[in-house]
């Protein structure tokens, strides 16, 4: 996404809320003709939908100084960054992606281009899902806080996280840990630039982590592919393993071995000072939008998904998920308002 | 809305949002049964609705300090506004209201029981919209940010705003200026106690202001009724139907005899010490949700709507409204980042 918006130097009480409005919607129409679904895109008091008969709808909020910082991230890294959080949602229920709603609330002196450079992002990564920024809100808060709000199309059942059965293997589609690394680079070397030039051989991880491209058609590979439970691991593989784990009522053990950190993980942990961090990050690092699903062992994986564990009886309710068959001791990952 | 919080004395931080979560969901199943249409409610990756092939679909937010203040509106006041807000958007394109996501953003000292009475608001106005809350994200913040996606179904093509032609009648079903007046009396009262005891013949507009109730319902009878054109007047009476006029590329003449100010708007004036600004509420408060909608001059008007003016063909493109025949020249309303 290329950052070049026409705001120059103004700032959004430099145009008002019409001004703003008027400044994102040519984004939202760069490509041309709406697609045939949009019956009524942005500028009315809703947007209209032609769909088949069953919708997935998903809402997701990022917010300045907790989930991005925005002399880290662009405009654009936050716009792909809620669009694809939105649409995980979507594929993780084994629909396609259609639409997105977003609100802004920002504070009158963010500059104009910021909020042009969301709007780009936000359209970019529609356009790469195959879904279109429909319609949006704009208020005025103390810092950024964009929710985007996500609709997909189902051909057939949706896939729960309560279908898991004890004999499933359980598949990841995507890679886990990157956001977290990218996080921690840009923590360690504290500025997007500076934490690329720490280690080359790891310099996708802080895109990954600013400005997560998710793999959205794993969903209805997963669908097509007998998927008994999905789930997208926005919030770390151990935590949100262990939500399939709750709502099927089993336990699921994951392997080490196809988990093992990657060279890039290897490599950033070391740049940061603790080689022991990179199994941390794929265990529970969140928003990477890695697809985890369950499968019958006796159906061939989709192509996008690969054997990261099995899923077991549980002893006593379920909700547990154990790491080559032990508890996990560790944190199980990041929890709003608690930060724990 | 009663404010029944099991929340007691605990902070969202004491319990983390998971702790949250499992509070406000309990709110969104006390009626029983979820409806037919709702084939996944809240509690996986995204929601799932069965319906018809139009989808509507609209999102707002309202933030703390400047759509609402937490020592004015209760946390079920500011739920009722979010749904209130987005399913009048959803009436205003001639749709009948089906669900609701809602995301809250929130620092992590506000009271659990604040989030567990916004979660009963929603879920009251949902029920009086005949909708259903489907699902919501959480998220950390200085301030709280409440933003709601509605979702509606359309049984004949939508009532957009560019519809109106001249010669239509304007007409409006719902009361204008009642927010306005609240708010006016709420601030020089300091306390929605004291405001209502100010004036107790206005002592419908404090509520009206902090949780207001629309008739969604005069959404489908315009649809039904023929307009040509329908807004939800969220932005004030003016600044809407310029944005009608706009659109369909005509002016509107606005009667101020209909208009005229009743006698609680005139009461809350003389209360708060200005007598003219009775009318200014009237045609420049927003946030009532009432719908102003254009039909054609042969058509009877559906019960919910009274005239109050008149399409004309526009000079000059469109989009100019005049009172009683000439210019307005006060200010067109609320306009967030700058406020003019």
Chains 1, 2 share one sequence.
Do not use: N
């Not at 490509?31 to 947007?47: E, K, M, N, Q, R």
């Not at 002196?109 to 790469?128: F, H, M, S």
């Not at 704009?138 to 279908?163: H, K, Y």
């Not at 994986?301 to 032990?326: C, I, N, S, Y």
């Amino acid at each position: 996404v290329t950052s070049a918006g026409p705001g120059g130097h103004r700032l959004l009480r430099d145009v008002g809320e019409d001004g703003v409005i008027r400044t994102v919607l040519t984004r939202y129409t760069r490509y041309g003709a709406s697609p045939a679904f949009l019956l009524v895109g942005p500028g009315d008091d809703a947007a209209v939908l032609e769909v088949s008969d069953r919708v997935v709808v998903s809402t997701d909020t990022v917010v300045e100084g907790i989930d991005f910082r925005r002399e880290w991230s662009s405009g654009a890294d936050v716009g792909v960054k809620v669009a694809a959080q939105s649409f995980a949602d979507v594929a993780a229920m084994g629909a396609r992606p259609l639409a997105l709603v977003v609100s802004l609330a920002a504070p009158p002196d963010l500059p104009l281009a910021w909020a042009d450079d969301l709007a780009a992002g936000l359209d970019d990564e529609c356009v790469r899902a195959g879904a279109v920024v429909a319609g949006g809100d704009m208020a005025q808060a103390r810092q950024v806080v964009v929710t985007g709000t996500a609709l997909g199309v189902l051909a057939g059942p949706p896939v729960l996280r309560s279908g898991a059965r004890p004999g499933d293997v359980v598949a990841l589609a995507g890679e886990v840990g990157a956001s977290a690394a990218g996080l921690a680079l840009l923590t360690a070397a504290g500025s997007p630039r500076a934490a690329i030039a720490l280690t080359l051989s790891a310099s996708a991880l802080v895109p990954a982590h600013l400005a997560p491209r998710p793999f959205y058609d794993a969903g209805i590979e997963a669908a097509h592919g007998g998927a008994t439970a999905l789930i997208d691991t926005s919030d770390g593989l151990l935590r949100d393993a262990a939500r399939v784990a709750a709502a099927s009522g089993v336990r699921i053990d994951l392997d080490l071995g196809p988990l093992s950190p990657d060279a890039g993980l290897i490599s950033a942990a070391r740049a940061v000072g603790d080689p022991s961090l990179a199994e941390l990050w794929v265990l529970t690092g969140g928003e990477d939008h890695a697809l985890l699903g369950c499968f019958p062992v006796d159906h061939p994986l989709p192509p996008a998904f690969r054997p990261v564990g099995r899923v077991l009886q549980a002893e006593d309710g379920g909700g547990d998920v154990l790491v080559g068959g032990r508890p996990w001791t560790g944190s199980p990952g990041w929890q709003h308002f608690t930060g724990g």
